[in-house]
C-alpha cells in the first residue's frame, strides 16, 4: 500500500507542475524527497548558488508547507529550518 501511495504522490508531482523544467521533473533524488515528506510540489523556486549547488524552494499543495531542499551536483539533501532563538 505505501509504494502504491507513494507512487501516486511522484505521478500527480510530475503532472500537477508542467512548469517545471524537465531537469527538475527528471531528477530522482528530489523527487524522492517529495515522496517521504508527502509533498505534492504545487510551486518551486530555485535559485543556483554556483555551478553545482542548487536550492528549490518547495511550497506544497493542500497544506502549504515550504520545504528547502539543497542539491550539490545530483545529491539532493532536505535542509531543516533554522530554530526561531537561534541568532543570525
Known amino acids: 500500500m505505501k ?4 507512487g501516486a504522490v511522484v505521478f500527480l508531482a510530475a503532472v500537477g507542475a508542467p512548469a517545471w523544467s524537465s531537469a527538475i ?3 530522482r533524488e528530489l523527487q524522492a524527497i517529495f515522496v517521504k515528506q508527502a509533498c505534492v510540489p504545487g510551486s518551486i523556486s ?3 548558488l ?3 549547488v542548487t536550492t ?11 520545504l528547502t531542499v539543497v542539491c ?3 545529491d539532493c539533501r532536505l535542509q531543516s529550518k533554522p530554530r526561531e532563538d537561534e541568532e543570525r
Do not use: I, W
Not at 509504494?3 to 507513494?6: V, Y
Not at 528549490?56 to 515550504?66: F, L
Open 3 to 6: 509504494h502504491m501511495m507513494a
Open 25 to 27: 521533473a527528471d531528477d
Open 46 to 48: 530555485q535559485t543556483d
Open 50 to 52: 554556483s555551478p553545482v
Open 56 to 66: 528549490y524552494e518547495v511550497v506544497c499543495k493542500g497544506s502549504g508547507r515550504v
Open 72 to 74: 550539490v551536483t545530483s
